[in-house]
């Protein structure tokens, strides 16, 4: 079964800084990667997907992720955050049996 | 309808009440998954329908809980017998790995 880890469970940066929220999965079958967001008392908002091909996805509100097979990872990454993206962000793995498996989450805190 | 609709948004149960959680997955959505969300915690996986077919339900933590999509749209979450330990919220999504799954608001759960 596929499984994910979010290295970082807090990321505290300030406002217009760059960020990287890390993401490593594992599966013994190819699969789809997603990034979701959850704002306080709401549900879960996809930000970006990687089904195939690029590597590169770039996602809603300036986001964007990096496929990388070899290390199995797909990091989020935003150049420069806003006071608005403090939120929790969550990766996610899809394998082929139509599934989908979280992360425990980052929470993103944006500092002026 | 527009999005994936789940009530109540909230519920307050009593411990050994059951409860019943609804989820109106958005219109021709073949899937439809649960989750369970403790606090500061990922969405875990809960169940998985395709259609009426429950295909999946090896996350389901005993067997207080059931799950039903009937005629093969609104899915219904039950919950006999509630215990303190099963307060956290409770995510429905629907949708397709291709592109993305689209979450409800979820219901919070709360058992006293």
């Known amino acids: 079964a596929q499984s994910v880890t979010q290295l970082d469970s807090q990321v505290p940066v300030f406002e217009e800084a760059p960020v990287e929220l890390r993401c490593n999965y594992s599966s013994s079958v190819s699969v789809y990667l997603f990034w979701y967001v959850q704002y306080p008392n709401q549900g879960l908002q996809l930000l970006l997907k990687y089904l195939s091909g690029s590597t590169l996805v770039k996602g809603i509100n300036g986001f964007e992720a990096e496929f990388n097979k070899s290390q199995t990872s797909f990091h989020l990454r935003k150049p420069s955050v806003h006071i608005s993206d403090t939120a929790e962000y969550f990766c996610?793995?899809?394998?082929?049996?139509?599934?989908?498996?979280f992360g425990a989450g980052t929470r993103l805190t944006v500092k002026p | 309808g527009a999005g994936v609709s789940q009530s109540p948004r909230y519920k307050v149960a009593k411990r050994g009440q059951d409860v019943a959680l609804r989820c109106d997955p958005i219109?021709?959505?073949?899937?439809l998954f649960w989750y369970q969300q403790a606090l500061g915690q990922g969405p875990e996986f809960l169940t998985y329908?395709?259609?009426?077919?429950?295909?999946?339900k090896s996350g389901l933590p005993s067997d207080r809980f059931f799950a039903e999509r009937p005629e093969g749209s609104v899915s219904t979450l039950k919950i006999q017998r509630t215990q303190q330990e099963d307060s956290a919220v409770y995510l429905c999504?629907?949708?397709?790995?291709?592109?993305?799954?689209?979450f409800g608001s979820g219901t919070r759960l709360t058992v006293v």
């Open positions: 996610a793995v899809s394998a082929t049996n139509n599934d989908m498996r």
């Open positions: 999504a629907s949708g397709g790995r291709a592109y993305g799954y689209t």
């Open positions: 329908f395709q259609n009426e077919a429950q295909l999946d």
């Open positions: 219109s021709g959505h073949v899937s």
